[in-house]
Each structure stands twice: as structure tokens, then as C-alpha cells.
């Protein structure tokens, strides 16, 4: 739809100076740890409530999941 230097463009003359560089450098950064482990448990949620009928509400989810969570792999620490 749009390219990214239009847009910085536009953002440049409402005085917000973005380096179209600043767009493609975080673009093709390696993910972080969190969002790795964020998207493990994204799976392992919807997972969950899958398994319960797609019916359970967050509170009952989260619950379940807080229930389950030990046998989830534990989060690795950087390093």
C-alpha cells in the first residue's frame, strides 16, 4: 500500500525525524528472547483453550493455564 519512505516522510513533516534505516534495521533484527518464548506460549494458550471447547473466558484460561504450566517447557534464561 504504502512504502516506508513516504511514510517517513509524511511523520518528518509533522516533526517526527524517522530515519527510513531505523524501519529496516529493526525489521531484519533477530527476534528477542521474549518474543520467542512469547510466541511458544501463545501456542501452548491457544492450545488450552482449544482443549476446553474454545469456551473458557480469559479468567478460566489463565487459571488452566497456571494449572498446566509445569508441564510446559521452562523459560530458558539468556546466556
Known amino acids: 500500500m504504502f512504502g516506508v519512505e513516504p511514510i517517513c516522510r509524511v511523520l518528518t513533516s509533522y ?3 524517522i530515519a527510513t534505516s531505523t524501519y529496516y534495521a529493526a525489521k531484519n533484527r533477530t527476534p528477542s528472547t521474549r ?3 512469547d ?3 501463545k501456542t501452548q ?3 488450552v483453550h482449544a ?3 474454545s469456551v473458557y473466558g480469559s479468567e478460566k484460561s489463565g ?3 497456571t494449572a498446566k504450566a509445569y508441564q510446559w517447557p521452562a523459560a530458558r534464561s539468556p546466556g
Open 15 to 17: 516533526g517526527l525525524k
Open 35 to 37: 518474543s520467542v518464548r
Open 45 to 47: 494458550i491457544s492450545r
Open 51 to 53: 482443549d476446553n471447547f
Open 39 to 41: 510466541d511458544e506460549l
Open 63 to 65: 487459571a488452566s493455564c
